[in-house]
């Protein structure tokens, strides 16, 4: 008798863990698009985060936190060469819930991450290739280890950024308004630069010069490296603007 009541104890136990497991993962699934397809992500409240792996398929995994986690819905609108994704809150009243996106593409394959974005939320992306776009009005941006051309803003957060390769030409633009700014490039840039801060430090470690305004604050920069094959901008209203030599 005892025997049977310590397996059904376990049995119970068991399934306990199994259900805490499944509830964990919200919303699950695997993609397949084609090199150069789109990726887009838009959070409200959570974190994005995005790293390459050693796979051939695209892999998305939301997770729920907060009390009312079960108003909110994870709204799929993707298509044959698209992933597009975003959160749905109730129409009205408050909700305290939030959403964090993980997300795993295959790091040799070149996708246009056209958006990914969090209003309240840190966005991170590691090793990846392509064209990449990263915002967070109320957050950090962190990007490491990329190849491409690479945008990142903040308003109220820090932009870090490091491109390894870059390939392609085009605007790459990054700002924070009150958040600190630092971009580490390859050492054969090839770039036409502004760089400006309105009350903080401003750094670089290519050769270009850098001005003091001679009434009221502000530093900036201006200079071509290469043959300014890109438009490199990086801006801070409140904080430190750096550009580093890879």
Request: contains cysteine.
């Amino acid at each position: 008798m005892r025997r049977r009541l310590l397996l059904v104890v376990a049995t119970v136990i068991a399934g306990w863990g199994l259900t805490g497991t499944a509830s964990a993962q919200d919303f699950h699934k695997t993609y397949a698009i084609p090199a150069g397809g789109q990726i887009r992500i838009a959070n409200v409240s959570g974190n994005v985060k995005v790293t390459g792996y050693k796979g051939d398929s695209i892999v998305v995994e939301a997770f729920k936190v907060g009390r009312d986690r079960d108003l909110l819905k994870v709204e799929d609108m993707s298509s044959g060469d698209r992933i597009d994704l975003k959160v749905g809150y109730p129409e009205r009243g408050n909700c305290d819930a939030s959403v964090n996106f993980e997300v795993r593409v295959p790091q040799g394959i070149e996708y246009n991450y056209e958006h990914l974005a969090s209003v309240s939320g840190n966005v991170e992306i590691v090793s990846v290739r392509g064209r990449l776009r990263a915002e967070s009005v109320s957050g950090n941006v962190t990007v490491q280890n990329v190849t491409g051309v690479v945008s990142a803003q903040s308003v109220s957060g820090n932009v870090d950024v490091e491109i390894s390769r870059l390939e392609g030409a085009g605007e790459m633009k990054f700002s924070s308004v009150s958040g600190d700014v630092s971009v580490k490039a390859p050492a054969n840039l090839d770039a036409d630069i502004e760089m400006s801060s309105l009350s903080g430090s401003l750094k670089s470690d290519f050769p270009i010069e850098i001005h003091e305004r001679r009434y009221g604050p502000g530093r900036s920069a201006r200079g071509r490296l290469g043959s300014g094959a890109n438009n490199l901008r990086i801006t801070s209203v409140s904080g430190r603007v750096s550009l580093i030599r890879g």
